[in-house]
């Protein structure tokens, strides 16, 4: 029983390594970011906060019409003090004021790279199309500097792809 155990996760561990192989970094100001060498970084930016845009493979959308994405905002906060808490439940609010149909999945507050974060996870109803997308968002506060590190997706998808956007997000580093 020990040896499968063991086996089982040597197999894991390889399988990781091996996957990330393939992986490209995103190297941007003050952070990095690594992604599947099957996703794509894009210069679009469909708002003036958006840092980057990470979207899936263009064969994500095929079903759904949705493609996949990862997308980095940051805010400068300037002189305020604020908390990360406080930060996070502003941003929860302003999600539920801009899609009344937002409804909050999951709320909690993790380590990642050494910094603590807020990790929620909400959907919500958008367009003509009758698509749900669910989100994952994480939160950090740093130097001055709200970071606010989203992955999009139909909710028909999440959970296919939240393996690959939960491992992106780790390799997420504040520099």
Same mark, same amino acid.
Request: net charge negative.
């Given at each position: 029983?020990?040896?499968?155990?063991?086996t089982?996760?040597?197999?894991?561990?390889s399988?990781?390594?091996?996957?990330?192989?393939?992986?490209?970094?995103?190297?941007?100001? !003050?952070y990095?970011?690594?992604?599947?060498d099957?996703?794509?970084?894009?210069?679009?930016?469909?708002?003036?906060?958006? #840092?980057?845009?990470?979207?899936?493979?263009e064969? $994500? *959308? +095929?079903k759904?019409?949705f493609?996949?994405?990862?997308?980095l905002? %940051?805010?400068?906060? *300037?002189?305020?003090?604020?908390?990360?808490?406080?930060?996070?439940?502003?941003?929860i609010?302003?999600?539920?004021?801009?899609?009344?149909?937002?409804?909050?999945?999951?709320?909690?507050?993790?380590?990642?790279n050494?910094?603590?974060?807020?990790s929620?996870?909400?959907? *919500?109803? /958008? *367009?003509?199309?009758?698509?749900?997308?669910?989100? #994952?968002?994480?939160f950090?506060i740093?130097?001055? %500097? +709200?970071?606010?590190? %989203?992955? $999009?997706?139909?909710? +028909?998808?999440?959970?296919?792809?939240?393996?690959i956007? !939960?491992?992106i /997000?780790?390799?997420?580093?504040? !520099?």
């Amino acid at each position: 029983m020990k040896t499968k155990i063991i086996t089982f996760i040597v197999v894991c561990i390889s399988t990781l390594l091996y996957a990330q192989d393939n992986w490209k970094t995103l190297e941007q100001d !003050n952070y990095t970011i690594s992604y599947p060498d099957t996703w794509i970084s894009s210069d679009e930016k469909p708002q003036p906060s958006i #840092r980057f845009l990470l979207l899936s493979e263009e064969t $994500s *959308g +095929a079903k759904d019409m949705f493609r996949e994405n990862i997308n980095l905002t %940051t805010e400068n906060l *300037g002189d305020r003090t604020i908390s990360l808490k406080e930060y996070s439940e502003f941003s929860i609010d302003q999600v539920k004021a801009q899609f009344p149909s937002a409804e909050l999945i999951s709320n909690m507050t993790i380590d990642l790279n050494e910094n603590k974060a807020t990790s929620i996870i909400w959907k *919500g109803d /958008f *367009g003509n199309n009758n698509i749900t997308l669910k989100f #994952r968002q994480l939160f950090f506060i740093k130097k001055g %500097t +709200a970071y606010a590190l %989203t992955f $999009s997706s139909s909710e +028909a998808e999440f959970d296919h792809y939240s393996k690959i956007a !939960n491992s992106i /997000f780790n390799s997420f580093k504040i !520099n």
